[in-house]
């Protein structure tokens, strides 16, 4: 190699190191926020409805985006976490309440993906007590391992096995006519449609979300002048974490749909086996079912750290996973087991997949006026003027915000008669 192309190579390392080292709390909470309950709705809209969901999937977003960025700008710029900020601006009882309504919310996501962990070991024959075992010891020590960079990686490694659904969809065979056809049929007067799209919508903010990127940016040790490549890093996965949804929709739609229209799939084994029916048996079935585990354990790892964050703010305990377990350290930590150990004991004992994620939506529905109303009342009190949201920026965020509320009720009142 000539002098000149190592100077080309050095140059461009050094550019590159600066946004490694600041990407990553956006990128891994958007690939968690597509986790095994929203594989099942991608799955269901593909099955029911065809291609007729993914327009409403794109549109979600600027949402995510939105809402995701304003943690950014809160963590960096007070460098303290979602929960510690409403104790201090609130007042200490609407912070217990927030707290605990998050552990609620971060073991029910537990449930969620470890159910669905245990339905791919279902797969091959594994029993569930095994593969939820296994799941838990496996993120624990990953959670106490003390280093909040080394977590961060291992969680984006398990997020992208998700993009496998890319070469599923390829193998699917999707009809080009099809899809540009039923993409701009969107039966917006059809309530079975609209119960799915409010499932979807529902499950685009999920409130321990919030709580990890803030938290996480902070753990980073990330700077006001990080802000516009943190914003550049949640962007990119907000857009990732939609087309790995895009993806899912189209290859239930190329295949369940186009064999039974309207066919409901409700479980992985049951997903597992309408692909399985249709494309290349094997290679479905290894590639569905990595997808699905990689979905589901970044999002257990995301959801145990923010529940645990979000308490020990509540409380003022010591918080942070840069370092190992210590006696300052080991209230924070406690909470991170119990989470693991209460989320694979009650989904060993507990054989409902689908019901699991209908309770699971029904707290994140719940949560979502509360989660939200704090953050934009946080955003708009706690920032300085230069940093907070202004005009059409502001009625945009509080717009989309309020639509997403809207939509986690509307689910909350109807997706029980939807499943």
């Keep these: 190699m000539t002098s000149r192309r190592i100077e080309l190579v050095q140059s461009s390392a050094a550019r590159a190191m600066p946004l490694l080292a600041v990407w990553g709390p956006g990128l891994v909470v958007m690939l968690a926020d597509t986790d095994a309950g929203s594989l099942i709705t991608a799955a269901q809209s593909g099955s029911r409805f065809g291609y007729r969901m993914i327009l409403p999937e794109l549109v979600l977003i600027p949402v995510l985006y939105v809402v995701q960025e304003m943690t950014v700008r809160l963590g960096i710029v007070t460098g303290k976490g979602h929960g510690a900020l409403i104790r201090e601006h609130f007042g200490r009882g609407w912070a217990f309440l927030s707290g605990s309504t998050l552990f609620i919310s971060a073991v029910g996501a537990l449930l969620t993906e470890f159910a669905g962990i245990a339905g791919v070991g279902e797969m091959f024959g594994l029993p569930r007590a095994l593969t939820v075992s296994v799941a838990a010891a496996l993120l624990v020590g990953v959670g106490v391992s003390g280093s909040y ?98 993806a899912a929709v189209a290859t239930f739609a190329a295949t369940a749909y186009r064999a039974d229209p309207g066919v409901a799939l409700d479980t992985i084994r049951g997903m597992s086996m309408a692909l399985q029916l249709l494309v290349h048996s094997a290679i479905s079935k290894v ?133």
Excluded at 186 to 210: H, R, S
Excluded at 343 to 372: E, K, R, W
Excluded at 379 to 391: N, Q, T, Y
Aim: no cysteine; glycine share 8%.
């Design 149 to 246: 960079n080394r977590a961060e990686r291992i969680g984006i490694l398990f997020g992208l096995a998700e993009l496998l659904f890319v070469p599923l969809l390829i193998i699917s065979h999707p009809s080009l006519n099809s899809l540009l056809t039923q993409v701009r049929q969107v039966p917006l007067g059809d309530t079975n449609y609209m119960m799915l799209l409010a499932a979807n919508v529902g499950a685009v903010i999920m409130p321990w979300m919030i709580f990890y990127q803030q938290g996480a940016v902070i753990d980073k040790g990330l700077r006001g002048r990080d802000i516009k490549s943190e914003r550049r890093d949640t962007a990119i996965g907000a857009t990732l974490t939609q087309l790995i949804m895009v």
């Design 287 to 419: 590639l569905f079912a990595t997808a699905v585990l990689g979905a589901a354990l970044v999002a257990a790892l995301v959801a145990s750290i923010a529940g645990a964050w979000g308490i020990s703010e509540v409380f003022g305990w010591k918080h942070t996973l840069n370092s190992k377990p210590s006696r300052e350290s080991a209230k924070f930590y406690a909470t991170y087991v119990l989470a693991h150990v209460l989320g694979a004991v009650l989904v060993i004992v507990h054989f409902n997949l689908v019901s699991l994620v209908i309770d699971v939506m029904v707290i994140n529905a719940l949560l979502l006026p509360v989660v939200l109303g704090f953050l934009l009342a946080l955003e708009a009190r706690v920032l300085p003027d230069a940093l907070r949201m202004h005009g059409f920026h502001r009625w945009a965020a509080t717009g989309l915000s309020g639509a997403v509320m809207a939509f986690g009720i509307f689910m909350l009142v109807s997706m029980e008669r939807f499943f």
